[in-house]
């Protein structure tokens, strides 16, 4: 059965650095997401993307953040200067035209 | 802007015994979505309710959804430790990029 992947599975980082999570959404879907959820809290939207282009970004998806799906497969996450309280489960998700999103298995970041 | 209210917010029960778990959106829902997530992991797609009265089985869990499309149950019937982790009722929002809002999630423990 086709799944969502993501990589890494926990990344460690220091404040201020860049990271890039990486997700391999479903090879058919056409709208990507990612979520994120703080330990102990909800599950956050962060950004959707749709037709090589942001679609809706929530207020938590500042200029720190951008996404990108460079190569038709991949779909990736980047926050260019890491802040304490990025520290969370990164989600990346993927669904077909009107079916439920499928989620990956998360990146735990650590921003210390 | 909606939010959706779980409850309760933790459960434990003896293994086979009957428990439900309640989500209450504060605007008509478009879609509801129940996942299951175990601690630090991905979310699993359970089901899937879009009209109002709608009730989805699979297994031993039974998903429903109101008339007035505001409330969603999921019930499981004769518990298995299996059925533990946290589950999440998420829901679709209007105006096209179909992102998710989530609960606050209830943590089923089953006791064996």
């Known amino acids: 059965e086709p799944e969502v992947t993501q990589t890494p599975s926990h990344q460690v980082t220091q404040m201020g650095q860049e990271v890039i999570l990486r997700c391999v959404p479903i090879s058919n879907h056409l709208y990507f997401y990612w979520y994120r959820q703080i330990l102990g809290q909800k599950v956050e939207f962060l950004v959707s993307?749709?037709?090589?282009?942001?679609?809706?970004k929530s207020e938590i998806f500042d200029d720190q953040f951008s996404v990108e799906r460079p190569d038709g497969s991949n779909f990736t996450l980047k926050i260019r200067s890491t802040k304490l309280e990025d520290s969370a489960m990164y989600f990346c998700?993927?669904?077909?035209?009107?079916?439920?999103?499928?989620f990956g298995p998360g990146t735990r970041l650590t921003v210390t | 802007s909606q939010e959706l209210e779980q409850s309760p917010q933790s459960l434990i029960v003896q293994e086979g015994k009957n428990l439900t778990i309640n989500c209450t959106s504060s605007k008509t829902l478009y879609g509801l979505y129940w996942y299951k997530q175990k601690y630090g992991e991905g979310l699993i797609f359970l089901m899937m309710?879009?009209?109002?009265?709608e009730e989805k089985s699979h297994e031993k869990i039974t998903a429903k959804l109101d008339e007035k499309k505001q409330q969603s149950s999921l019930h499981i019937t004769a518990s298995q430790p299996s059925h533990a982790g946290i589950y999440l009722c998420?829901?679709?929002?209007?105006?096209?990029?179909?992102?998710?809002?989530f609960g606050t999630g209830t943590r089923l423990k089953v006791l064996a």
């Open positions: 309710l879009q009209k109002g009265g």
């Open positions: 993307f749709y037709n090589n282009e942001i679609s809706e």
């Open positions: 998700a993927s669904r077909a035209a009107a079916y439920e999103q499928y």
């Open positions: 998420g829901a679709e929002t209007p105006g096209g990029t179909y992102k998710y809002i």
